[in-house]
C-alpha cells in the first residue's frame, strides 16, 4: 500500500483533486458576452470616446427626437442624447456594482472562511446569522439600507453588497468544508503545518475558484439590483445619466417617446445575461 509522500512537494500541491481546470472552446455566445463587458467597460473609462454629446445638457429644441443620424437612440424631454446618457451612465452603474459586489466578495468569503474552516460554535453562529439574513428578502434589506444611510450610487451599491454578504458567505463555507477534508490538506497537518499557514496557503487558494465565478454572476444582479432601487427613487438622484434612474424617467413617456425606456433597459439586459454566461463559462471549467 502506497502512501502519500510529505514535505515540501506536498504542501506546493497547485490545485485540488476534485477539479481541474479545463481549456475553453471558443463559444459564440461567450465572445459576444465579453465584447458586451469590454464596451460597457470602455463606456464608463473613456466615454467621450463614444460620443460627442454630453450626458446631462440638453441641446434646445431637440426635444424628444426619434432615433435619427444625429441622435442614433434619440433625444429625452430635455433634450439630452440618449445614447450619450448611457454612455456616461455607464461609469455610475458598474462602479456601484464594483463597490457592491467586493462588499459582498470580502466580507462573506471571511464569514464563509471563518465558518467552515473553524467549525464547531463558530460554525453553529455564522451560519444562523446567514441563516436570518438570507430569511429576509433582498430588496426589503436593501430599502432597510438605504433609508439608513442615506440616498446616492454609493449608498445603493453598499445596500445591496449587504444583501449578497450571506450568498458568498454560504458559498465559501461549503467549498471550505469540502477543500478541508482533502488529502493534501490533511497530509500538510501530517507533516506539521500550522493552522493559518495551511488556511493561507492551501485551503483559501483552493475555495476561491467557485466564489469567484459567482462574483461574476452576482455582478448582473448588482447592476440589476442598484438599477432597481434607482427606478424606485432611491439611488443616484438627477440629473445623473444613472440607467435605472434612465428607465424612471423616461416611464411617463412610454406611449410618446418609447425609445427613453427601451434603449436604457436592453442595455441592462444585455450587460446581466452576458455576466451570467460569463459565470457559466467560469463554472463549467471547473467541473
Same mark, same amino acid.
Given at each position: 500500500?502506497?502512501?502519500?509522500?510529505?514535505?515540501?512537494?506536498?504542501?506546493?500541491?497547485?490545485? &485540488?483533486?476534485?477539479?481541474?481546470?479545463?481549456?475553453?472552446?471558443?463559444?459564440?455566445?461567450?465572445?459576444?458576452?465579453?465584447?458586451?463587458?469590454?464596451?460597457?467597460? @470602455?463606456?464608463?473609462?473613456?466615454?467621450?470616446?463614444?460620443?460627442?454629446?454630453? %450626458?446631462?445638457?440638453?441641446?434646445? +429644441?431637440?426635444?424628444?427626437?426619434?432615433?435619427?443620424?444625429?441622435?442614433?437612440?434619440? &433625444?429625452?424631454?430635455?433634450?439630452?442624447?440618449?445614447?450619450?446618457?448611457?454612455?456616461? +451612465?455607464?461609469?455610475?452603474?458598474?462602479?456601484?456594482?464594483?463597490?457592491?459586489?467586493?462588499?459582498?466578495?470580502?466580507?462573506? &468569503?471571511?464569514? +464563509?472562511?471563518?465558518?467552515?474552516?473553524?467549525?464547531?460554535?463558530?460554525?453553529?453562529?455564522?451560519?444562523?446569522?446567514?441563516?436570518?439574513?438570507?430569511?429576509?428578502? %433582498?430588496?426589503? @434589506?436593501?430599502?432597510?439600507?438605504?433609508?439608513?444611510?442615506?440616498?446616492?450610487?454609493?449608498?445603493?451599491?453598499?445596500?445591496?453588497?449587504?444583501?449578497?454578504?450571506?450568498?458568498?458567505?454560504?458559498?465559501?463555507?461549503?467549498?471550505?468544508?469540502?477543500?478541508?477534508?482533502?488529502?493534501?490538506?490533511?497530509?500538510?497537518?501530517?507533516?506539521?503545518?500550522?493552522?493559518?499557514?495551511? @488556511?493561507?496557503?492551501?485551503?483559501?487558494?483552493?475555495?476561491?475558484?467557485?466564489?469567484?465565478?459567482?462574483?461574476?454572476?452576482?455582478?448582473?444582479?448588482?447592476?440589476?439590483?442598484?438599477?432597481?432601487?434607482?427606478?424606485?427613487?432611491?439611488?443616484?438622484?438627477?440629473?445623473?445619466?444613472?440607467?435605472?434612474?434612465?428607465?424612471?424617467?423616461?416611464?411617463?413617456?412610454?406611449?410618446?417617446?418609447?425609445?427613453?425606456?427601451?434603449?436604457? +433597459?436592453?442595455?441592462?439586459?444585455?450587460?446581466?445575461?452576458?455576466?451570467?454566461?460569463?459565470?457559466?463559462?467560469?463554472?463549467?471549467? &471547473?467541473?
Amino acid at each position: 500500500m502506497s502512501s502519500l509522500p510529505l514535505g515540501k512537494s506536498t504542501l506546493s500541491l497547485p490545485a &485540488t483533486q476534485r477539479r481541474r481546470w479545463k481549456p475553453a472552446r471558443l463559444q459564440p455566445g461567450l465572445i459576444i458576452a465579453w465584447l458586451v463587458i469590454a464596451t460597457v467597460i @470602455l463606456w464608463a473609462v473613456a466615454p467621450g470616446w463614444f460620443t460627442g454629446y454630453s %450626458g446631462t445638457e440638453g441641446i434646445a +429644441g431637440a426635444q424628444r427626437l426619434a432615433p435619427q443620424a444625429g441622435h442614433w437612440l434619440g &433625444t429625452d424631454q430635455l433634450g439630452r442624447d440618449v445614447y450619450a446618457r448611457i454612455v456616461y +451612465g455607464a461609469s455610475h452603474s458598474l462602479s456601484g456594482a464594483l463597490v457592491a459586489v467586493a462588499l459582498g466578495l470580502v466580507f462573506g &468569503t471571511a464569514l +464563509g472562511l471563518a465558518a467552515g474552516a473553524s467549525g464547531g460554535i463558530v460554525d453553529a453562529i455564522v451560519m444562523r446569522i446567514n441563516d436570518v439574513l438570507l430569511s429576509i428578502p %433582498g430588496l426589503l @434589506l436593501s430599502l432597510s439600507v438605504i433609508i439608513l444611510l442615506g440616498f446616492g450610487t454609493v449608498h445603493a451599491a453598499i445596500a445591496v453588497g449587504v444583501t449578497s454578504v450571506a450568498n458568498f458567505a454560504r458559498l465559501a463555507r461549503a467549498e471550505v468544508v469540502l477543500v478541508r477534508h482533502s488529502d493534501y490538506v490533511e497530509a500538510a497537518y501530517g507533516s506539521g503545518g500550522t493552522f493559518f499557514s495551511i @488556511l493561507w496557503r492551501h485551503i483559501l487558494p483552493n475555495s476561491l475558484t467557485s466564489v469567484i465565478a459567482f462574483s461574476a454572476l452576482q455582478f448582473g444582479s448588482a447592476i440589476l439590483a442598484i438599477s432597481t432601487l434607482s427606478f424606485l427613487g432611491y439611488g443616484t438622484p438627477p440629473p445623473t445619466p444613472e440607467w435605472g434612474l434612465l428607465i424612471a424617467e423616461g416611464r411617463n413617456y412610454i406611449s410618446t417617446a418609447w425609445w427613453l425606456t427601451t434603449f436604457p +433597459g436592453i442595455v441592462v439586459v444585455l450587460v446581466v445575461l452576458s455576466a451570467n454566461r460569463i459565470s457559466q463559462s467560469f463554472r463549467r471549467r &471547473t467541473r
